[in-house]
């Protein structure tokens, strides 16, 4: 198995303070959530990548990509998968619509209250500096977060 470090971009949208945009995947008979986003390709920008994916994902077209809020490695047991996360901040543009396109493993998108999203399956667990980042309007970023995969 050859490795190497996967980057991925991902977007973070709000509505208000109250509820935040996440994509359902269903994978190896477990459901799971994130943010909407996915892998950079090779001569694509992390800006272009992001969009690229709001449009495959979810049909979004008006968008503006905003600030760097975060990012993660993600690192999985025995080290088969390393994943960089680059989080953005996200605004949809006026008169944008959510529309999912199903794939494999994407099942849905819809915007959680923060309440429920503190109780989700969600990959890789970033929920507690999200949580932050939205109490503080994303002013205070934590920067880098080194994640270790948990089976």
Known sequence: MKKHIRIRVAGIVLNGKKEILLVNHKKKGRSYWLFPGGGVEYGETVIQALKREFREELSVTKLSVENLVFMNDTIYPGGERHIINLYFRVKLGKGARVSVNP?????????????KFRKLLFYPDV?????????????????YIKIRWKK
């Open 103 to 115: 794939e494999k493993v994407l099942k849905g998108a819809e915007f959680v209250a923060m309440k």
């Open 127 to 143: 929920k507690s500096a999200i949580i932050i980042g939205v109490k503080n309007g994303f002013k205070k970023s934590p920067g």
